[in-house]
């Protein structure tokens, strides 16, 4: 295994690491503010998993104060967000589950006010983190221009949480410990060569994404040199540059070059060709960032497909950024639905049947 690692690192490849597993660390560090809290949280939904008839009373509770019959959540130790869902989950359903526990005069501890308290804050607090996560874990639309622009939104929201002097202390202190960590990881996001470049060739976002208007500048300014290194084929140059003649007239022949010429003639044009190119690749960057900010919800790639003869260097650098960054969210995910196909109920399935079900399902 490490001679394939130091082999892959001879490849000089650009490593980009899985942002939502980013994310994952992130939290599961700050919950640790709150652990013992999560843990009481833990034991409750465990005691209404195992035990059928605590359950079939707490949803006898909830249909006699006429809420609609929700399930506990219990969380899952390698995604925070199931974390997350779990204490809204109880938090939605608090006034049934504080009164089953009650009637059922159990020794699972309950929770007190000021813990109840803890928990909806914290919710409040990490309900940015979980809206980032789905955001990101999607397998289908471009996700590296999006890295900078969320990194921008968590250490903005944050902030706020981090000045609030109303939250309990816990909460607090979890909201600071976020902030830590999300310099820790997140810091030098903007200063990333191909996280920069692809937010500013999203034309949803461009350069409002950054927080730092030197730094934009900078990834900006780096951008137009790399596009003065885009070669178009010939043909593809014409294409783009062609327009409709407004002159009749037929244009003179040029005279033959001569062979005492010929090498001075090839140095021109080959330098031309290099001027015009690098000139073309920064026109089109300016004239693209004249453009009106396309809506978050539409589709960059469409966007940039419908022009790429308008703008044919921008778009041969555009497909070589904005991409989806490789992650194990889906990877994951195909595991978790796996384990509720494979039950003990169908474990004689055999290796081919199983690998088609978990593909049907995973695409239908």
Partial sequence: MLQIFLKLCQLHYRHIGCFAHSINLVVQHSLENISVIVSK???????????????????????????????LKQDCVT????????????????DAVISTLAVLQTEIAV???????IVEKAIDVLQIFNEVTIEVSSEKTVSVSKVIVLVSSMFQTIETYVNDISLPYEVNQMAISLKN????????????????????????????????DNKFKNAFSLLRSRLGNIRLPSNQIDNAEKTPSTSTSTPSPSPPVSLLWKVYEEKVEQ???????TASGIIELDRYMKEPLLDRHEDSLKWWHERKHIYPHLHKFVIKRLCVTATSVPCERIFSEAGQIITLKRNRLDTKKASQLIFLHNNL
């Fill in 181 to 212: 960590q999300l310099k820790k990881r997140f810091s030098d996001s903007e200063e990333n060569e191909i996280m920069a470049q692809a937010s500013i060739l999203d034309p949803r976002f461009k350069k409002y994404g950054f927080m730092s």
């Fill in 79 to 94: 995604r925070w967000n199931s974390t997350y869902d779990m204490l809204k989950r109880i938090v939605s359903i608090k």
């Fill in 271 to 277: 330098f031309k060709a290099t001027q015009t190119s």
């Fill in 111 to 117: 929770l007190t006010p000021a813990e109840w308290d």
């Fill in 41 to 71: 949280v833990k034991k409750i939904v465990e005691f209404f998993k195992r035990s059928s008839n605590a359950l079939v009373k707490l949803n006898s509770t909830q249909n006699q104060m006429g809420l609609p019959t929700l399930k």
